[in-house]
């Protein structure tokens, strides 16, 4: 399970009573200035100076342990401290800290504290963490925050998943930068908006169609088999485009691979001499995709010719290519298995497909 699916079903189950009462203040100008805060219990005051340290002890036991005693100030402590973009506190002046280590501890922080939010339900802090959202980098950050900010207010999340995982529009934020912020937007937008919906087609629009590589090919995994049939028809013309260029790459190629796959029966003829152009000439990795996914419909027959298929079948020695050939070929013809060699399996599915369309028809006639 990926780190975003499992953050969200952690939401669902940590959903408590304080979650539905009323939103506490937080002390915004304390935000600012976290030293200036002022907390007389010693042992709370100890616990806060931790939070801020490289390393700390036992993290989500101090977090805890400061929203329980600290009643109404623990919303403006978890915010102070998620936003905090400062050096790490040292106990003494000139004390010299391993930068790597520190990033490295204030994730974690923060991803503990991102954790606490979501356990507690408080929806005063919807706006800190609009604010976090909006000026985070970090994707493992981003994918947290993005399900906390969804436990919190479901209605208005949508909006800053896509803004991160579209680039294009000005009002785009700045983790879209970054390939993997954009994929665990997406990811997120498939789990609770669908494939259909404004949102998640837009963002479908720049991964299948204006991304390259992973970034691509991990979009069309995320789809099913008929899932927005334009958008994979369009990336499987682009690919296509690319092939006919020699640019296609082997990420090019597994993706597809995948796109035809996900292709459903919506096949028009154009998309056809497409595939079939694919299935005719192109290698073992994408010639037989293109061939099963074209078997899936053939209803384009009637504007494609398939002859070239046929001497593909016949001539090719890669045994892969061959059989999805065949297939495809029996779909449109029940007497294509002749061009099999003798003996084949090909040749008793035709003729075994042969009867039942002489079966077929007799009983329609009757």
């Not at 106990?91 to 991102?114: E, F, I, M, P, Y």
């Not at 995994?221 to 334009?230: A, F, Q, T």
Request: proline share 5%; hydrophobic share 45%; charged share 25%.
């Amino acid at each position: 399970m990926n780190r975003l699916a499992s953050s969200m079903l952690l939401a669902c189950f940590t959903l408590s009573p304080i979650a539905t009462a009323g939103a506490a203040t937080i002390d915004y100008a304390a935000i600012d200035n976290p030293m200036a805060l002022d907390l007389p219990d010693r042992s709370a005051a100890a616990r806060w100076r931790a939070l801020f340290q490289v390393d700390p002890d036992w993290i989500s036991r101090q977090i805890a342990y400061l929203t329980d005693r600290q009643g109404d100030q623990a919303p403006t402590l978890l915010a102070a401290r998620l936003l905090y973009r400062g050096e790490p506190w040292v106990r003494r002046a000139g004390d010299q800290v391993n930068s790597k280590r520190w990033k490295a501890s204030d994730r974690d922080t923060k991803l503990a504290l991102l954790r606490e939010i979501r356990t507690t339900g408080d929806r005063s802090l919807a706006e800190v963490l609009k604010h976090f959202t909006a000026t985070e980098t970090d994707p493992e950050l981003l994918a947290s925050a993005l399900t906390t900010l969804w436990f919190l207010v479901p209605k208005e999340t949508p909006d800053f998943a896509v803004r991160l995982a579209d680039p294009r529009p000005g009002n785009h934020l700045p983790g879209s930068a970054n390939a993997a912020v954009r994929q665990d937007a997406l990811r997120f937008l498939m789990g609770v908006k669908g494939c259909d919906a404004a949102e998640t087609r837009r963002a479908l629009d720049w991964a299948l169609l204006q991304a390259k590589g992973g970034e691509r090919n991990h979009a069309l995994s995320l789809l099913k088999r008929g899932d927005v049939p334009d958008l994979i028809k369009a990336a499987i013309m682009r690919l296509d485009g690319e092939r006919i260029k020699n640019e296609l790459d082997d990420d090019g190629a597994t993706g597809l691979a995948i796109a035809c796959s996900r292709m459903g029966l919506d096949i028009d003829s154009t998309l056809a001499a497409s595939l079939v152009a694919i299935a005719v000439g192109g290698a073992r990795e994408i010639a037989a995709p293109a061939a099963t996914s074209l078997a899936s419909n053939v209803s384009w027959t009637a504007t494609v010719p398939v002859g070239e298929i046929a001497k593909r079948a016949a001539n090719d020695p890669d045994p892969v290519v061959r059989h999805a050939l065949l297939n495809l070929l029996l779909r449109v013809n029940t007497n294509a298995g002749a061009i099999a060699a003798p003996g084949s399996p090909w040749n008793a599915l035709s003729r075994h497909r042969e009867r039942l369309s002489r079966w077929e028809w007799e009983q329609y006639v009757r």
